[in-house]
């Protein structure tokens, strides 16, 4: 019901930036939560970044200070930019969308984008 289209992961060297996007279409709905979590070798998925329609956001501790995110509510659009990145950064990075019903929360998930971060 909603599509997430994610883009901008690659390689990147320590201390490097890259900034990743995700598009969501579909039944948006006015207010909702859009954020990117990420999935390190050998770990679970955890939080990085999440941020609301009305610009509210939560991040992490790892990578405060170095990670903002930020959205288009026009385009229905998130973005993470990424700086000083670490080796420990590396994972599948999957934008996440979650908005409330009356009944019940929906969330949906993108398909994930590796992001590399190596000498």
């Known amino acids: 019901q909603v599509h997430l289209l994610e883009s901008g992961g690659g390689l990147v060297q320590p201390g490097g930036s890259l900034e990743l996007s995700c598009a969501a279409s579909?039944?948006?709905?006015?207010?909702?939560?859009m954020g990117w979590y990420r999935q390190g070798p050998g770990d679970q998925r955890e939080l990085v970044a999440t941020i609301v329609t009305n610009g509210n956001t939560n991040y992490a501790d790892s990578v405060k200070g170095r990670f903002t995110i930020s959205r288009d509510n026009a385009q229905n659009t998130v973005y993470l930019q990424m700086n000083r990145l670490r080796p420990e950064d590396t994972g599948v990075y999957y934008c996440n969308y979650r908005a409330r019903t009356v009944t019940t929360m929906k969330e949906y998930w993108g398909q994930g984008t590796q992001v590399t971060v190596s000498s």
């Open positions: 579909g039944s948006v709905f006015n207010v909702n939560v």
